[in-house]
């Protein structure tokens, strides 16, 4: 994604110079498999599945969960709540830090609430929340808590640099409030939300899951991890602590993605 600096040249937000290079996808595969080894060397000297399964077990059970039904649907209702949860939370410290960039009275009202949301532990919202939604709606809202103050911490950081030249210029041409953003604080908040997806959609699945895990609504990741764990079937647990990552990882890219295209688009657009 190009966008406009203060020189007039253009900046590239979208990805390092070698970011696409096939040898750095070789390396990272290498590093996996380094890992995979590790593991199934630990899981050998340990030689008891019952604390450390190997590789290929948990492989096989993860093939075994693939083919059921309840598998999807447990997926499927995880995500989609989790999903709510960080969009929710996107968005509301996306419109938080517009407000507050503009108003300091707003942010000065907003600030200590964020903090308190920061510095209290993930399970502590969730053993109080319980008191006051279903458990099934338990993981959109700690999802949401957490995402708030990372979205509108780095959005708020993003709207401020904005280039100050820029926008007395736009001061005295006169320029709407429209082209404002779309050429100086959008180009100026992109990196900045860029960050706060990939930090933030970490914090989602994570506390997500361990609402779930706390409140076990049905047919959900959360419950069958607490199952997992209460009947000892730990190459279970691991095959779904595996689907958690992956989904975490593969959502974080897709979301990347679109950031990217829609930056093209603009660039696109910008250029006509």
Known sequence: MNMEGTNGGKVNISAPAGGRNPG??????????????????????????????????????????????????????????????????????????????????????????????????????????????????????????????????????????ADKKLLEMADVFGIGRWKRIKAIYFPAVIPFAVSAVSIGMGFSFKSGIAAEVIGRPANSIGVNLYEAKLYLMIKELFAWTIIIVLLSVLFEKIVMVAIKRYGSIQDRAADL
Do not use: D, H
């Open 24 to 161: 750095n996808y070789f390396i990272k595969i290498l590093v996996i498999i380094f890992w995979i080894i590790v593991w199934e060397c630990l899981s050998r000297i340990i030689n008891e599945e019952l604390f450390l399964p190997s590789f290929g077990s948990v492989v096989l059970t993860l093939i075994e969960l693939v083919q059921k039904q309840e598998f999807w649907s447990s997926i499927a209702n995880s995500f989609s709540r989790i999903l709510a949860g960080f969009l929710l939370g996107f968005a509301s410290g996306l419109m938080l830090a517009a407000a507050s960039y503009k108003n300091r009275v707003m942010y000065e009202l907003i600030s200590p609430l964020l903090k308190v949301i920061k510095a209290t532990p993930v399970a502590s919202f969730i053993i109080l929340a319980l008191v006051w939604i279903s458990s099934a709606n338990l993981s959109i809202l700690i999802s949401f808590l957490m995402v708030l103050p990372v979205s509108f911490t780095n959005i708020l950081s993003g709207l401020e640099s």
